[in-house]
C-alpha cells in the first residue's frame, strides 16, 4: 500500500462531503420549524453514513486462499477470455454489491500492483451481463510473489458515478487492505486463473476481506 495512506476510520473520508451537508440541512429544518422535512433529511443523512460505513474485517491466515474483493452477491461463475490479457483463459467470477452493502473493495490476494487502468464507460444496472463491458470501469492487475496473476475490476453501475481506487502502479500490497470503492451499487469482476480452485458459486453472498472465494494449487 502506498506510504501514508490509511483507510481505516468508521466511515470513509470520501463519504464526509455528503454527510456534512445533509447534516448541516437536518439543523436547518429543525431550527426553522419543518420537522418533518427534518425528520426526513436525518434519515437520508444516516443512511448515507451507514452506506460510507467501514468495518474492520478478519482476514483468513491460509496463504493459498484467494478472497472476495467485495461484499454481496455472486451472480456469475464462467471461463472466459480477458481482453487485458489477450490470448489467456480466466475464472471469472461476478459481484453484485446492492445499495445495502458495504462498498469498501479489498485486496484478493498479496503482492505487487502490475498495472491500473480506468476505462470509462456507460452505467447501466451493474446485474446486467453487458455492464461487465460497456460500463465505466477500473482494472487493476496483480502478480503474487511466484509469479500468479489476478485482475480485479470495479464497475460502475446504474447508480454509482464514480469509481475510487487508492492504488499505485508498483505498490506493494497486501491480502485484505482497502484499496478503493465505489459509490452507490455496483459490481466488482475478479479474475482467477484456471489453475486456481473455486470456492464460490452463482448465488453465494461473499464479504470483503473474509469470504474466500479460490484456493492457488
Known amino acids: 500500500m502506498p506510504r501514508g495512506m490509511n483507510h481505516s476510520s468508521l466511515i470513509i473520508k470520501e463519504g464526509i462531503p455528503f454527510i456534512i451537508p445533509l447534516g448541516a440541512a437536518v439543523l436547518i429544518a429543525f431550527f ?5 422535512v ?4 436525518f434519515l437520508f443523512t444516516f443512511f448515507t453514513a451507514w452506506f460510507f460505513r467501514n468495518p474492520e474485517r478478519t482476514v ?3 496463504p493459498v486462499q484467494i478472497i472476495s474483493p467485495a ?5 456469475r461463475v464462467e471461463e ?31 503482492g505487487e500492483v502490475l498495472a491500473i487502468h480506468y476505462k470509462p464507460g456507460k452505467f ?5 451481463d453487458k455492464a461487465s463491458a460497456l460500463n465505466e470501469r477500473n482494472i487493476v492487475m496483480i ?62 453472498r461473499v464479504r470483503a476481506g473474509e469470504t474466500p ?3 492457488w494449487i
Open 213 to 215: 472465494i479460490g484456493e
Open 80 to 110: 472466459v477470455n480477458c481482453k487485458e490479457q489477450p490470448g489467456q483463459s480466466f475464472q471469472k467470477i461476478s459481484i453484485f454489491m446492492n445499495v445495502f452493502n458495504v462498498h469498501v473493495n479489498r485486496i484478493p490476494c498479496s
Open 71 to 75: 461484499d454481496g452477491k455472486v451472480i
Open 60 to 62: 483468513p491466515d491460509n
Open 143 to 204: 502478480r503474487t510473489d511466484d509469479g500468479r496473476e489476478i485482475i480485479t475490476i470495479q464497475i460502475a453501475g446504474l447508480i454509482a458515478r464514480r469509481i475510487v481506487c487508492w492504488l499505485k502502479e508498483g505498490s506493494k500490497v497486501k491480502k485484505g487492505e482497502r484499496f478503493g470503492l465505489i459509490r452507490f451499487g455496483s459490481r466488482v469482476e475478479v479474475y482467477l486463473p484456471l489453475s486456481s480452485t473455486l470456492l464460490v458459486k452463482s448465488g453465494d
Open 124 to 128: 447501466l444496472s451493474a446485474n446486467l
Open 38 to 41: 427534518s425528520a426526513l433529511l
Open 32 to 36: 426553522t420549524g419543518f420537522m418533518w
